[in-house]
């Protein structure tokens, strides 16, 4: 079965930095597309970033020049960097990604901006 296992969140300060992991149990080069979404509370699931696996990135407009997607293939994990940190990035992060058989969402890591 596969599993998507995001981790990195956490509290940190405006203008602060995090950093966030997707670990598949599975070679991601598998996958056709990874890519990042996240939730605020009472809001919907909104598209952050993608890494498609033979393209480039793509990023949310919200997020652009401050997040960076990225990935390990050795290590199986596709990474989020978010810099300059806003209040308005408080949200559930979701790792997601799809292959020809179905679609994949992890358990989510919550980040938290505030002072």
């Known amino acids: 079965q596969v599993q998507l296992v995001e981790s990195g969140g956490g509290l940190v300060q405006p203008g602060g930095s995090l950093r966030l992991s997707c670990a598949a149990s599975?070679?991601?080069?598998?996958?056709?597309?990874m890519r990042w979404y996240r939730q605020a509370p009472g809001k919907q699931r909104d598209f952050v970033a993608a890494?498609?696996?033979?393209?480039?990135?793509v990023h949310a407009e919200s997020v652009k020049g401050r997040f960076t997607v990225s990935r390990d293939n050795a290590k199986n994990t596709v990474y989020l960097q978010m810099n300059s940190l806003k209040p308005e990035d408080t949200a559930v992060y979701y790792c997601?990604?799809?292959?020809?058989?179905?679609?994949?969402w992890g358990q989510g890591t919550q980040v938290t901006v505030s002072s």
């Open positions: 599975i070679s991601i080069l598998s996958f056709n597309n």
């Open positions: 890494m498609p696996r033979g393209g480039s990135t």
């Open positions: 997601n990604a799809d292959n020809t058989v179905n679609t994949y």
